[in-house]
């Protein structure tokens, strides 16, 4: 301990004071959810905690020192787990299970995201814990992914505003949040020796830029590596990805941790930049101790990671207060409000919103009315403090006990008990106002560790529906699902609304949208394919031999789906409401941009129908001009706004010339399409009936920088290089330059490389040498030219 009076040593003079075995310490777990302490020099062990749904904490945590809550066998089983037998965890303390970011992600609201980091923290700090292992934050490449309820969209604009929300929430809460899974963690088959082969522009574009996004500007303490290996190297032992891109070009300075026994090789991790392993591993301490006593881990790298851990320890610590409860209600009523305002519309022909009068003959169907079904399986399962239950909040809109029956058994059930269900709720459904069925995916497949295996619902569900609303005066869906389904009785039904995993809330949320105290204003970030061999990723999913290529490249979701003219089910960015919007007078503020300048455009909103509601104005980028392939239009800015019957609101919405730019694979470097760009202004990717045109400025140009193995007509389009191998030409061959560059057109039609076809073609031996120097000065040239 520390002895009165003196002062509190820095970071770095506690750093010079940890013996080489004290520094292994640090950059290892201390049993499964803590780090070690260091008691001589007052480095304090903290707790870490899943997950991204709502806490899931045990006391067990609490327990400090070698092998604590360490148990392998658990830690499996708590992942892979599910149905009802699916243990949360031993001894799970209740806390409040907020929406899934399937259904934080449609509200399209950060600063709700925000007040649910703030919430989070809260329930972090009641218990101690110092940093919350979420948000997640992959991109949802196929609805198929097991995990997709944990991430926000398909879009990588989307859902870095989300986690940043939700990490400033948090963190001006002091508590850390912990990005994960970095990177390209996008499936779950094969979850931790599958190869996610990327292209460098999709990966840069697409999957790293969110990350990106949230690392600039929300700082979060930590990030985690992902299971899966990126371009053939594991993502925890990836030099590129930790050190390279995250912290060289990023600036990142926080904490990288592992997946939770996501390293196989810890000397190599801790090279490439992953400073915490966890959880403990006596076989990975035993390795890094080898290595770092030969040699093979130099100190500086062993210092350098135990020093992030260092600060993630003072970073907390210097938060840290006395454990105050947090508001059970507060938050209940804070998850219910999210739950409502994620919730979507996909279909309503004028059913809903219901009339508790003259509704009160309402059939409730499937088993997910009584035990809803509010989140997914695995490591982000929780225990609520509470959970609503549709069945019980419709009764109470309706004023009396309302008519229930499952439709499809639970659980294991045969083909007779089937269709004894299916009669009794056809049979019940003729005679009722309103049939209300809550369907949902199979509970037992998918989740973390598995995929699903295809878009239908749980079996049973799709047959319950379509006889129910072939009987029933009217039929209203409600899905508690991950992601997208397939809907094969979508004409036959007169109402879809859809809460996703929802959590606790869902129940009162759903209940108060059915009935109209509320009016829905979700809207999907990921499209609703009508079948799977439409996802972008259809062909290369889930990849043969240990790899998945991404075929696609950066056409993900539905830039994929408009890139192809595909028709979804429903698009990115759509849902409806019980009111109707007006959008108008579409105006930027600027008429040019150039490289690190932002446009304003604004856009006014009235609410032309009868009751309050909320829309989101989407802004999607299409450049005239477009210099790489990437759909026709992408999301660029968003603004979620709500209205009361007749009031009008003018939003501006800021759009970076960042996000209208794309990564230049050629040049190493986020490039502008120059010239017009159109700023399509609507309501869901596929109704954009406004634009403003604003005119894009780079001085990056647009011909191919010069290589060792550019042919000739292509250097012949770059004057720089041009200029530069007609004078090597001209010194070689002893004629003026003039004279040269006519020799250099001549050979315009040549296929073999420039500096090759010109030694054949007047039999000369070029230096290599010379030739580097030559691309080394093309490229120094052009690099000042663009201002670099
Ligand atoms: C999951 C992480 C989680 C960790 C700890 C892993 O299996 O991929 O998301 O935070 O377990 O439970």
Known sequence: MQPENQPVPTTDERLAALTEDEKIQLVSGNGMWRTNSVPRLDVASIVMADGPNGLRYSREQAADGPGAGADFADFISLVTRRGEAAPVQRGPEPATCFPTASTVGTSWDPRLARELGNAFA????????????????????????GRTSEYYSEDPLLTGAMVT?????????????????????NSEIERTSMDSVIDERALRDIYLRAFERVVRDAEPWMVMSSYNRLNGLQAAQHPWLLTQVLRDEWGYDGLVVSDWHGITDRPASVLAG????????????????????????????????????????????????????????????LATRIARAGTVLLANNGVLPL?????????VLGTGATEPVIQGFGSARMTPTRVDVPLTEIGRRTGGPVRHLAGVPAGEHTGTERQAALDEATAAAKTCGVAIVFAHTPQNSDGENADRADLALEAGYDELIAAVAAVAPRTVVVLTVPDAVTMPWLPDVDAVLVPFYAGQGMGSAVASLLYGEHAPAGKLTTTFPRRIADIPAFLGYPGEGGRHVYVEGSLVGYRGYDERDIAPLFPFGFGLSYTTFALSDVTADRATLSDGDSVAVSVRVRNTGSRTGAEVVQIYAQAEHPR??????????????????????TVTIPVAADDLAHWDVTRARRVLSDGPVRLLVGTSSRDLPHAVTVLARTDVPRWKPLRRDTAPAAALGNPVARRAVAGLLAGRLDVDAETADGLLQECRRSFVNVFDTLANRFRLVLDEAEIAQVIAEVADEEAGRAGR
């Open 628 to 649: 790489v392939r990437s759909g026709p239009r992408e999301l660029v800015g968003f603004a979620r706004v709500e209205l009361s019957p007749g009031e009008e609101r």
């Open 165 to 185: 929300g939700v990490t400033r929430g948090l963190q001006e809460r002091g508590v850390g949040a912990c990005i994960k899974h970095f990177a390209a963690n």
């Open 122 to 145: 809260a329930e972090c700090r009641s218990f101690g814990v110092g940093v919350l292992l979420g948000p997640g934050m992959n991109i949802r490449r196929t609805p198929l992914a």
């Open 274 to 333: 992953n400073d915490l392993d966890m959880p403990e591993s006596a076989q990975r301490i035993a390795r890094l101790r080898a290595a770092v006593e030969s040699g093979a881990v130099p100190g500086a790298a062993l210092d350098r990671s135990a020093g992030r851990v260092l600060r993630l320890v003072d970073r907390v610590t210097a938060h840290a207060g006395e454990p105050a409860p947090f508001d059970t209600d507060a938050h209940h009523a």
């Open 355 to 363: 009339d508790a009068d003259a509704t009160t003959d309402a059939l």
